[in-house]
């Protein structure tokens, strides 16, 4: 008989049912002493496992219910490239080569994919040599492949050696020193962020690294009234070692000097606080016909009298006029 053992009281009805049937073969005479003590050994051991299940009950039996379905994860939208502009076309200027190899690198760094392997980056940079010098030397670099049978520049680097051995100015260091120590790099007419441009590039080519000299090279050739506006600063001045500080209050002076130009000019142009108002015309008013004027009559001036030999009458009314006493 096979009892349930997973509830209390399926244990104690087989316990029950275990010492009852325990008391059945003590009182059978029939059954041999060997089967008794078989059967006793048997209840012993399954009275012992009751126990245990009495002591400690399983905990009840969770149900087998499949985990939960992982969520797949979502598609990740595909990255797209900017749009990576070609470099210009070279004809072997050298103030413009720096810009020309500048353009490459930057273009070979955005898109390395699209080159299998050195010497196409070469190849490709040399298809933008159109004219001047720059086509003359890519001539002369496939000539040699042609004599030789094998690619004169081996690598990317090699090329950028050579291309700034050829393009590149041959004495800019010294220019840049000569015209940082005169006056021709002096802001003049130009904005302080064209002269910033300017300088920096000059600074760049002459090596200058010390701060105190940058500085100084700086204040020099900016217009008289900005340098004196960042010197004479209250507080927040910047100082003599720090280019950077200097370059900041320049730019910002100068777009303050900008915008108020460009308000007077406006101002100028037209009056603040006054307004152009476009009055109605009147109505015209009708025309009335006046009558003729009369003809002004003009009365001419006697003649004045021509002298003549006079009246006897009035002569004698003279003389005794004379000739009476006073």
């Known amino acids: 008989m096979s009892l349930p053992l997973d509830t209390p009281q399926g244990i104690a009805d087989a ?106 980056k070469i190849l490709w940079a040399l298809t933008f040599f159109k004219d001047g010098c720059a ?20 690598t990317w680097g090699d090329f950028e050696q050579q291309f700034q051995l050829h393009f590149f100015p041959v004495n800019a260091e010294v220019d840049a020193i000569n015209t940082l120590e005169g006056t021709s790099y002096h802001q003049g007419g130009q904005t302080v962020d064209d002269y910033l441009d300017n300088f920096q590039t000059l600074v760049s080519d002459a090596g200058y690294t010390d701060l105190r000299t940058l500085v100084v090279k700086f204040r020099r050739g900016l217009k008289l009234g900005i ?19 200097w370059y900041r209050a320049a730019r910002r002076i100068d777009q303050v000097r900008l915008a108020n130009e460009a308000f007077q000019s406006v101002s100028c142009s037209t009056p603040s606080g006054l307004t152009k108002t476009v009055s109605a015309r009147p109505p015209p008013m009708s025309m009335v016909r006046l009558p003729p004027a009369p003809p002004l009559l003009v009365t001419p001036k006697p003649a004045p009298p021509t002298p003549s030999m006079g009246v006897p009458m009035d002569v004698d009314v003279t003389r005794k006029a004379r000739s009476l006493p006073p």
């Open 15 to 120: 316990l029950g049912y275990l010492q009852h049937h325990l008391q059945e073969l003590t009182e059978r005479q029939h059954v041999s002493e060997n089967n008794i003590n078989t059967t006793l050994v048997a209840l012993t051991v399954q009275l012992q496992q009751l126990a245990q299940l009495v002591a400690n009950p399983s905990p009840p039996a969770v149900p087998n219910t499949p985990p939960p379905p992982v969520p797949s994860p979502a598609p990740t939208a595909r990255r797209t490239r900017p749009k990576i502009s070609a470099p210009p076309d070279f004809s072997g200027e050298r103030h413009n080569g720096r810009a020309f190899l500048n353009s490459c690198s930057l273009y070979i760094r955005l898109a390395p994919e699209q080159f299998h392997d050195k010497q196409e």
């Open 135 to 154: 086509t003359k030397w890519s001539e002369n670099v496939f000539r040699q492949e042609a004599n030789t049978g094998v690619f004169p520049i081996p």
């Open 227 to 245: 340098q004196n506006q960042i010197a004479t600063m209250p507080y927040g001045r910047p100082a003599n070692t720090d280019p950077d500080a």
